[in-house]
């Protein structure tokens, strides 16, 4: 008499990976979710935070950069708004898919932010608290990258990316350095 066979395709036991999928209660996280899900979306609010006040920095540089030649740098800090406030959705949005809870509340934003918040007049006093930011965020999503290590994928890529990112902004900043 024939054994029945489980569905081994590839090595893999796609009747477990079947059952397993069942519990719709967690969404996206599956069992096979090896990091601590509240560490990682204790990680990504701050994230968030810093993005969130990183927008508003480079918003209000944008407002009120003023003088000859300031064109470019006006353009530069209009475009890195645009750009963290994207890195702030995909954050959101990630948090989101670990059953988290984004974190926007204003009152605590600049507490949890690892950046600091500027508001200089002279446009290179701005240049350089954007580097400074950064530099700032470089560092904190490197940080993070590593303590995830190889238990979401997902969520270090993402991070990878925006990380990718911020570099560039941090050369650019460098760039308009007198």
Avoid: W
């Amino acid at each position: 008499m024939e054994q029945p066979t489980r569905n081994l395709a590839h090595g893999f036991d796609v009747e477990a990976i079947r059952r397993a999928a069942a519990n719709l209660e967690d969404g996206a996280v599956t069992e096979g979710y090896k990091a601590d899900r509240e560490s990682v979306i204790a990680m990504l609010n701050d994230a968030l935070a810093t993005e969130l006040l990183c927008v508003l920095r480079y918003k209000r540089h944008y407002y009120t950069v003023s003088g000859p030649d300031t064109a470019a740098v006006k353009a530069e800090f209009l475009e890195h708004a645009q750009q963290e406030q994207d890195h702030a959705d995909r954050i959101a949005e990630r948090i989101v898919q670990l059953n988290g809870s984004p974190n926007f509340n204003p009152a605590t934003l600049a507490a949890r932010s690892h950046a600091e918040y500027d508001d200089s007049e002279d446009v290179q006093a701005m240049i350089r608290a954007d580097l400074i930011a950064e530099r700032v965020a470089i560092e904190s999503y490197r940080q993070m990258i590593e303590a995830i290590g190889d238990k979401d994928p997902t969520t270090k890529q993402m991070l990878i990316e925006i990380m990718a990112v911020e570099e560039e902004h941090a050369d650019d900043m460098h760039d308009f350095l007198a």
